[in-house]
């Protein structure tokens, strides 16, 4: 794979790195969910990985997990950049060096998790299908400064579910969260989504670390207001799926499913 590049990478490959563009970094398990490796074997996919990395065409970095053990992480080269023609937005993390934490990486990885789900996994509903996925470098404008971790849309008969994305892992204070609470309330109220989007409503999914981080913001969320927010942990997607019912409200006990 030293040669001509273009020549040898395949389409997966190409899907792959238009992926880590938008995501910035992934995990194996997310790399082989959006190549289709993943429905292969895990080590087909860990041999290409690891051909890309040789290849100069995957920068590969560690970070420890919870368990003791190590994960292996993707980003984007200069080379694989060029293969799709993006811009290259280097990920300061040198090769093959092992983190023992990183908070960016972490938090990109969970955004990331809703990212895969909703544009490389099948909708588990015949008539919704994956529109767009947005990310976010700065205010969405002057009016409203607000930094949405994501944002996607589902296409149903008749209209489009809009979704805002706020991953929070614990380090935000409620104070910040109230004032984030009141920026996606301005920004339904005073039409600025719709001029910003051409949609009309949106939802916001928060997604939290553990249960106990999903109350205490809740909690602050529902002293605000009972609409346009749902809350699920990232255990419970990454087990269980996006769009499957742990969803809660600012109020009420039900569990909900997204669609």
């Given at each position: 794979?030293?040669?001509?590049n ?16 938008e ?35 995957l ?6 997990t919870?368990?003791?053990g ?9 080379a694989?950049?060029a ?51 947005l ?22 008969p ?20 109230t004032?984030?609470?009141d ?17 009309n409503?949106?939802r ?14 809740r ?12 809350f ?8 269980d799926?996006?769009?499957?019912a742990?969803?809660?409200r ?10």
């Open positions: 794979m030293t040669g001509n273009a020549r040898v990478i395949t389409e997966a490959d190409r899907r792959l790195f238009h992926a880590l563009a995501a910035r970094v992934l995990d194996r398990v997310q790399a082989s969910e959006i190549t289709g490796r993943k429905e292969v074997s895990v080590s087909t996919s860990n041999a290409r990985l690891l051909k890309l990395t040789r290849a100069g065409l920068r590969r970095f560690f970070i420890a919870e368990e003791g190590l994960k292996a992480l993707y980003a984007l080269t200069p694989s950049a293969a799709i023609g993006v811009v290259y937005r280097p990920l300061q993390r040198k090769s093959d060096s092992v983190l023992t934490s990183d908070p960016f990486v972490l938090h990109q990885l969970a955004i990331n998790s809703i990212y895969v789900q909703t544009k490389y996994r099948p909708v588990p509903h015949m008539d919704i299908h994956f529109v767009r996925w990310s976010f470098s700065e205010v969405l404008c002057n009016a409203i400064p607000l930094i949405p971790d994501g944002y996607f849309e589902l296409g149903v008749a209209e489009t579910h809009s979704m805002f994305c706020e991953v929070d892992r614990g380090t935000e204070s409620q104070k910040i969260w004032k984030k609470t920026l996606y309330l301005q920004l339904a109220a005073t039409g600025e989504f719709n001029r910003l989007f051409n949609r409503r949106f916001v999914l928060v997604v939290v670390d553990t249960a106990r981080r999903l109350l205490e913001v909690k602050t969320i529902a002293q605000k207001t009972a609409k346009i927010f749902w699920a942990t990232l255990s419970d997607i990454n087990r799926g996006l769009f499957a742990h969803w809660l600012p109020v009420g006990d039900n569990r909900l499913s997204l669609l």
